[in-house]
């Protein structure tokens, strides 16, 4: 037998794959065949290393504090192993420690599964070709460490400009995004729309600018920006963050909605024409996208300013577009006011449902109507229920993702802002000039539908949200959870039992709900369903990825037990 340099049981320093840093990890066995030595980290996360990728952990010190200048060593250093595992033993006992560790870890994933999954792949993951690029830039200089002909300099410098011939992900979203948007308003206004239809022709640039839509959009924002303001409502406290403080968060969303109804309703009794919104929708998208850029330069510059325990995990790659786009600090704040926050919450979703109310009016008016079509109503109604309920418990959206950990860039600026006022509202859109009528058996199917989904939306994220707030609460009691070696637990009974993400579930059967009442004809009513399929299984599988990187076996015994993610039995 071929002398095995590590024995089962020996704690060693094994590489995280992809990477230049190493972790203490126990030795389970070695493989003779595949000459692989299987590991387990301290976060009971298990791979195959090689024997190159282990070190001892006694000449492990020594060795890494030789290492090179180059600034990926700089960044292996500021996180060594032993700082890594100092931080474990007094929080968390997980042990690669950072978002781009994950990301490392999703690659080798990636490169394991077949071509095609990685093509998918790379559509949803916009970081994935950066991560490959980074990889292959590490592969590079360990052949060259190991064969010494390749010229490191010169190869680093060959990869990293092709690097900017091969954009990552967030240069085809940046352009994507907002051409999407453009595309989407062009086509609802036509006869036939159709989402599979060629771009109708540009209108001209002077179409897209309008300074009062402009005013009206600052003005808009400003005053919700106001009622955010006002000392009205609960302070809530959001998630504890690396450091263990806990921000507080003025949760007063539901107060600022009833306020806009209110002003709303008396500017239409005064005779202000809300259909404005209808005739002007492309100036007004333009108008606001122009402000999410702005708010989206100025939140890149002052990350270069934040401290690092103010940054997200991720957005901080060192590449200007990719850290626009997926942004770096996490709660960016002028004084006490949250501005991820204030953008998640405010101008975007109650604007989506003023757009919808605005839209029912141009209904009226373009079809001669006494009142708006039934279909109309219903998505009014549904859509109004939704934002209704998310500023209702606007304390649970401090547990979420988003919330809690993904900076504050483009992405969401524009998505806040832009995205959620100018195509969430494209059903409402659609119905001004494609009338759709529904019979009464129609219209109760269709409520009893969105009632399904919104019960299994709102228990489902209510019973997190207080599992997460206090999970000692004893109306929880009868509830299973597996322990995990952070200290948090999982839920695996209730409804974080049936599926791994029951809220996407109620949030999609919700979501055929609004598109239904808009009929067949058209794929383009449609769009939001398709999109937010999308959206969910890419954030299904991200948030994947970071429970287990945050939870290791845990996790795994947690998906062994609950076995699909969304649909029960079907996915
Ligand atoms: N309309 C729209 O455009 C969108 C709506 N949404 C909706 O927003 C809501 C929030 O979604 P999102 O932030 O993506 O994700 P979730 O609210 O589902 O949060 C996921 C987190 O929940 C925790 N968790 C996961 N499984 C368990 C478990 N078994 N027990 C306890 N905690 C668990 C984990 O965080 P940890 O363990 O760290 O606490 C995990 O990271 C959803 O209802 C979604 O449908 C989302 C995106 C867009
Ligand atoms: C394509 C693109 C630009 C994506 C950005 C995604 C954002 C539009 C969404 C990310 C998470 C969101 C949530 C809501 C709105 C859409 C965004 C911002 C949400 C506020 C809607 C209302 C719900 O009740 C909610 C509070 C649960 C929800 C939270 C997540």
Request: aromatic fraction near 12%.
């Amino acid at each position: 037998m071929p002398t095995v340099k590590y024995q089962k049981g020996d704690t060693v320093m094994g590489r995280w794959p992809g990477s230049s840093l190493y972790y203490e990890v126990k030795v389970l066995g070695f493989k003779p065949r595949t000459q692989l030595y299987t590991v387990i980290y301290k976060d009971g996360t298990e791979l195959e290393l090689k024997e190159q990728d282990i070190k001892s952990v006694s000449g492990f010190q020594t060795r890494s504090r030789s290492r090179s200048r180059s600034p990926s060593r700089r960044r292996s250093r500021s996180r060594s192993p032993a700082r890594t595992t100092r931080r474990s033993s007094s929080r968390t006992t997980s042990a690669p420690s950072s978002r781009r560790d994950s990301k490392l870890k999703d690659t080798v994933e990636v490169r394991l599964s077949p071509l095609v999954s990685a093509a998918a792949a790379l559509i949803l993951s916009d970081h994935l070709i950066f991560v490959v690029v980074e990889r292959l830039i590490e592969r590079l200089k360990d052949a060259g460490k190991n064969n010494g002909r390749l010229n490191l300099t010169k190869l680093t410098s060959l990869v990293s400009l092709l690097c900017l011939f091969l954009p990552p992900g967030a240069y085809f979203w940046l352009l994507f995004l907002p051409a999407w948007v453009l595309f989407v308003i062009l086509q609802v206004n036509l006869k036939d729309p159709s989402l599979v239809n060629a771009p109708p022709p540009l209108p001209p640039l002077d179409a897209f600018w309008d300074a009062q839509a402009l005013g009206f959009v600052i003005l808009w924002i400003l005053f919700q920006a106001l009622l955010y303001i006002l000392p009205v409502g609960k302070l809530s406290e959001g998630m504890p963050l690396r450091s263990g403080e806990r921000l507080k968060y003025r949760t007063n969303g539901f107060f600022a909605i009833v306020v806009s109804a209110i002003v709303a309703g008396i500017a239409v009794h005064q005779g202000v024409d809300l259909t404005y919104v209808h005739s002007h929708f492309l100036q007004l998208a333009t108008a606001t996208f122009i402000i999410s850029v702005l708010l989206s330069i100025y939140l890149y510059v002052r990350s270069r300013y934040a401290s690092s325990a103010e940054l997200a995990l991720g957005g901080n790659s060192g590449n200007v577009v990719y850290d626009f786009f997926k942004g770096h600090e996490l709660n960016p704040r002028i004084k006490n006011f949250d501005l991820k926050f204030f953008c998640e919450m405010r101008p975007g979703l109650i604007g989506w449902c003023l757009i919808n109310f605005a839209m029912a009016l141009a209904e009226m008016k373009q079809q001669n109507l006494d009142a708006p079509s039934y279909a109309m109503i219903l998505v009014n109604l549904f859509q109004l229920l939704y934002v209704v309920d998310g500023l209702w418990n606007e304390e649970a959206i401090l547990t979420t993702m988003d919330l809690m950990h993904d900076g504050f860039g483009f992405m969401l600026a524009f998505g806040d802002l832009v995205w959620v006022p100018f195509t969430y509202t494209l059903q409402a859109y659609y119905l001004v000039s494609h009338p759709n009528s529904l019979s009464l058996p129609a219209v109760t199917a269709i409520v009893i539908l969105k009632l399904i989904g919104f019960y299994i939306f709102r228990k489902s994220n209510s019973e997190k949200n207080a599992f997460r707030r206090n999970p000692s609460d004893p109306k929880l009691s009868h509830l299973k959870t597996i322990p995990t070696a952070t200290g948090k637990s999982l839920l695996v009974s209730g409804w974080w039992g049936v599926v791994r993400h029951p809220n996407y579930l109620g949030d999609l059967i919700m979501a055929l709900a609004w598109s239904l009442p808009c009929g067949f004809s058209h794929l383009l009513p449609w769009y939001y369903m398709i999109y937010f399929i999308i959206l969910l299984v890419h954030r299904d599988s991200r948030d994947m990825s970071e429970c287990r990187r945050k939870y290791g076996s845990a996790w795994d015994e947690y998906c062994r037990t609950v076995r699909y993610r969304i649909i029960p039995r079907v996915y």
